[in-house]
Protein backbone atom coordinates (compact mmCIF):
# COMPACT_ATOMS: atom_id res chain seq x y z
CA UNK A 1 0.00 0.00 0.00
CA UNK A 2 1.72 3.49 -0.87
CA UNK A 3 1.34 6.23 1.50
CA UNK A 4 -1.45 8.51 0.98
CA UNK A 5 0.39 12.45 0.27
CA UNK A 6 -1.29 14.77 1.67
CA UNK A 7 -1.76 18.20 -0.07
CA UNK A 8 -0.62 21.48 1.41
CA UNK A 9 -0.65 24.83 0.05
CA UNK A 10 -2.77 26.16 -3.35
CA UNK A 11 -2.55 25.03 -6.42
CA UNK A 12 -2.11 27.47 -8.84
CA UNK A 13 -5.44 28.32 -10.26
CA UNK A 14 -7.17 28.05 -6.50
CA UNK A 15 -4.08 31.03 -6.35
CA UNK A 16 -5.39 32.67 -9.56
CA UNK A 17 -9.30 32.82 -8.28
CA UNK A 18 -8.17 33.86 -5.04
CA UNK A 19 -6.60 36.89 -6.73
CA UNK A 20 -9.46 37.65 -9.03
CA UNK A 21 -12.11 37.54 -6.29
CA UNK A 22 -10.03 40.40 -4.24
CA UNK A 23 -8.99 42.09 -7.13
CA UNK A 24 -13.03 42.47 -7.90
CA UNK A 25 -13.95 43.55 -4.44
CA UNK A 26 -11.43 45.98 -4.03
CA UNK A 27 -12.75 47.87 -7.84
CA UNK A 28 -16.34 47.45 -6.25
CA UNK A 29 -15.01 49.34 -3.20
CA UNK A 30 -12.85 51.95 -5.29
CA UNK A 31 -16.01 52.74 -6.97
CA UNK A 32 -18.39 53.55 -4.07
CA UNK A 33 -15.13 55.45 -2.39
CA UNK A 34 -14.75 57.52 -5.96
CA UNK A 35 -18.98 58.36 -5.60
CA UNK A 36 -18.43 59.36 -2.40
CA UNK A 37 -15.93 61.75 -3.16
CA UNK A 38 -17.91 63.28 -5.82
CA UNK A 39 -21.15 63.55 -4.05
CA UNK A 40 -18.91 65.49 -1.36
CA UNK A 41 -17.39 68.03 -3.98
CA UNK A 42 -21.01 68.37 -4.83
CA UNK A 43 -22.60 69.53 -1.89
CA UNK A 44 -19.43 71.71 -1.27
CA UNK A 45 -20.17 73.85 -4.50
CA UNK A 46 -23.86 73.92 -3.78
CA UNK A 47 -22.58 74.72 0.40
CA UNK A 48 -20.33 77.80 -1.77
CA UNK A 49 -22.97 78.76 -4.13
CA UNK A 50 -25.71 79.68 -1.24
CA UNK A 51 -23.43 81.11 0.72
CA UNK A 52 -22.60 83.78 -2.20
CA UNK A 53 -26.38 83.70 -2.72
CA UNK A 54 -26.75 84.65 1.07
CA UNK A 55 -24.22 87.51 0.93
CA UNK A 56 -25.60 88.97 -1.77
CA UNK A 57 -28.67 88.70 -0.28
CA UNK A 58 -28.06 90.67 2.81
CA UNK A 59 -26.11 92.86 1.29
CA UNK A 60 -29.48 94.02 -0.73
CA UNK A 61 -31.15 93.92 2.24
CA UNK A 62 -29.70 96.05 3.94
CA UNK A 63 -30.22 99.21 1.46
CA UNK A 64 -32.75 101.39 1.22
CA UNK A 65 -36.19 100.51 -0.16
CA UNK A 66 -36.25 103.75 -1.94
CA UNK A 67 -33.65 105.94 -3.23
CA UNK A 68 -32.44 108.57 -0.95
CA UNK A 69 -30.29 110.60 -3.00
CA UNK A 70 -33.44 110.73 -5.98
CA UNK A 71 -30.82 109.24 -8.55
CA UNK A 72 -31.93 105.95 -9.83
CA UNK A 73 -29.69 103.26 -11.34
CA UNK A 74 -26.15 104.20 -10.23
CA UNK A 75 -23.70 103.12 -12.72
CA UNK A 76 -21.18 100.74 -10.49
CA UNK A 77 -22.20 98.85 -7.37
CA UNK A 78 -20.04 100.21 -5.11
CA UNK A 79 -22.66 102.99 -5.37
CA UNK A 80 -26.00 101.40 -5.46
CA UNK A 81 -28.05 102.97 -2.77
CA UNK A 82 -30.98 101.43 -2.73
CA UNK A 83 -32.20 97.56 -3.27
CA UNK A 84 -34.06 98.72 -6.89
CA UNK A 85 -30.37 99.43 -8.32
CA UNK A 86 -29.80 96.10 -8.13
CA UNK A 87 -32.00 94.82 -10.43
CA UNK A 88 -29.88 92.86 -13.57
CA UNK A 89 -26.42 92.94 -11.17
CA UNK A 90 -24.22 89.82 -13.18
CA UNK A 91 -21.08 89.09 -11.75
CA UNK A 92 -18.91 86.70 -13.16
CA UNK A 93 -17.00 85.74 -10.49
CA UNK A 94 -19.05 86.19 -7.06
CA UNK A 95 -17.95 89.47 -5.73
CA UNK A 96 -17.91 92.16 -2.71
CA UNK A 97 -19.68 95.24 -2.61
CA UNK A 98 -16.74 97.33 -3.90
CA UNK A 99 -16.45 94.91 -6.86
CA UNK A 100 -13.17 92.85 -5.64
CA UNK A 101 -13.58 89.21 -6.44
CA UNK A 102 -14.28 86.76 -3.45
CA UNK A 103 -11.35 84.13 -2.79
CA UNK A 104 -12.84 81.16 -4.78
CA UNK A 105 -15.65 83.30 -6.08
CA UNK A 106 -14.21 82.90 -9.61
CA UNK A 107 -15.71 79.83 -10.70
CA UNK A 108 -19.73 81.03 -10.25
CA UNK A 109 -21.93 83.32 -12.10
CA UNK A 110 -24.40 85.64 -9.55
CA UNK A 111 -27.57 86.79 -11.48
CA UNK A 112 -29.83 89.53 -9.42
CA UNK A 113 -33.39 90.17 -9.97
CA UNK A 114 -35.58 92.96 -8.36
CA UNK A 115 -39.34 93.21 -8.86
CA UNK A 116 -42.07 94.94 -7.10
CA UNK A 117 -44.54 91.86 -5.70
CA UNK A 118 -47.80 91.38 -4.93
CA UNK A 119 -46.77 87.66 -2.90
CA UNK A 120 -47.70 89.03 1.32
CA UNK A 121 -51.09 88.80 1.68
CA UNK A 122 -52.29 92.80 2.54
CA UNK A 123 -49.10 94.70 0.98
CA UNK A 124 -49.23 96.47 -1.95
CA UNK A 125 -47.15 95.26 -4.36
CA UNK A 126 -45.68 99.06 -4.67
CA UNK A 127 -44.86 98.59 -1.05
CA UNK A 128 -42.90 94.53 -1.34
CA UNK A 129 -39.56 94.20 -3.93
CA UNK A 130 -38.89 90.19 -4.54
CA UNK A 131 -34.92 89.90 -4.66
CA UNK A 132 -33.82 86.91 -5.93
CA UNK A 133 -30.16 86.17 -5.86
CA UNK A 134 -29.17 83.48 -8.34
CA UNK A 135 -25.69 81.85 -8.33
CA UNK A 136 -24.63 79.04 -11.34
CA UNK A 137 -21.72 77.00 -10.67
CA UNK A 138 -19.42 75.55 -12.63
CA UNK A 139 -21.00 72.64 -14.16
CA UNK A 140 -24.31 75.22 -14.70
CA UNK A 141 -26.28 74.08 -12.03
CA UNK A 142 -27.88 77.22 -10.03
CA UNK A 143 -29.04 78.04 -6.28
CA UNK A 144 -31.25 80.52 -5.84
CA UNK A 145 -32.04 82.38 -2.64
CA UNK A 146 -35.00 84.79 -2.58
CA UNK A 147 -36.28 87.49 -0.20
CA UNK A 148 -38.39 90.61 0.05
CA UNK A 149 -37.79 94.01 0.89
CA UNK A 150 -40.54 95.60 2.41
CA UNK A 151 -40.89 99.81 2.24
CA UNK A 152 -40.90 101.07 5.98
Given at each position: MKPVRLQ???????????????????VTIMAQISQANVQSGRSLVQTEAVFFANAYLTEIAARPFDDPD?????????FYDDVDDYNGLINVGARDGNGNLIPGGNRFTVRVTVANSNALAGVPAADALLVNVTVTDPVGASMIVTGVRLRP
Open positions: TGFALLEAIIAITIVAIAAGVDGEAARR
